[in-house]
């Protein structure tokens, strides 16, 4: 069952700018995975945070998580042309299985 | 280098036949998944396995077919009983990562049936 929903489900932003994600899911987990997908390509991971963190940066990416609204963000700042790809959060209850959202597709004007 | 190979990367498949989705990973991995993604969608897992001989359904395992004899490989059968099988399919491997479960994917293969 797909228990993540990343909102907005596109974004398009000018090279330079951040982008803004989000994602709500529904149940316990044990931590949530951001992954990146080029178009028509496989999933690379980018950032994992901890139920029991709140925040984690990796180079130019930030994720937020708040478990009591069961919610996650992930920020880009200064996109890039290269950012342009869809992004995905999993949610991982420590059952061996990873549930995905649809995803966002954010595309970086030059 | 050590990744996941799939093939092959497209493949057409008249109705009623069934295809075989190739997935091998040289990481060393134990778990290994595969996933459907329709356009404009998430991910579905269709079927993992945590270890050699042994595997468990996913979300929508009807209409597929799996086997783990090696570590290394782990091919995906779609079957005549898939009603939709037009879709990208992507194959993963997972270790551990101090508790948490990281995935590796493949490239995928699209499969379109005629």
């Known amino acids: 069952s797909q228990q993540g929903e990343e909102d907005p489900q596109a974004l398009s932003i000018q090279e330079g700018e951040n982008a803004t994600m989000n994602c709500s899911y529904k149940?316990?987990?044990?931590?949530l995975q951001w992954y990146r997908q080029n178009s028509g390509r496989g999933l690379v991971h980018l950032i994992l945070?901890?139920?029991?963190?709140r925040e984690k940066h990796s180079g130019r990416l930030r994720v937020t998580l708040d478990t009591s609204k069961k919610s996650s963000s992930l920020l880009i700042t200064a996109s890039r042309a290269a950012d342009t790809a869809s992004y995905f959060c999993?949610?991982?209850?420590?059952?061996?299985?990873?549930?995905f959202g649809a995803g966002t597709t954010v595309t970086v004007r030059a | 280098d050590g990744g996941i190979t799939q093939s092959p990367k497209y493949l057409f498949r008249k109705e009623g036949q069934n295809v075989t989705l190739s997935c091998e990973q040289n990481?060393?991995?134990?778990?290994m998944y595969w996933y459907r993604q329709d356009p404009g969608q998430g991910l579905r897992l269709i079927y993992y396995?945590?270890?050699?001989?042994?595997?468990q359904k996913g979300d929508i395992a009807e209409g597929y077919s799996v086997s783990r004899e090696k570590k290394e490989s782990f091919p995906l059968t779609v079957t005549s009983a898939q009603k939709n099988p037009t879709a990208f399919y992507l194959c993963?491997?997972?270790?551990?990562?101090?508790?948490?479960?990281?995935?590796?994917f493949g490239a995928g293969s699209r499969l379109t049936v005629l």
């Open positions: 993963a491997s997972s270790h551990d990562r101090a508790g948490a479960n990281v995935l590796t």
């Open positions: 149940t316990s987990i044990n931590n």
């Open positions: 945070i901890r139920s029991n963190e």
């Open positions: 999993a949610t991982d209850a420590g059952d061996y299985k990873l549930s």
């Open positions: 990481l060393n991995h134990d778990a």
């Open positions: 396995s945590q270890i050699v001989n042994d595997f």
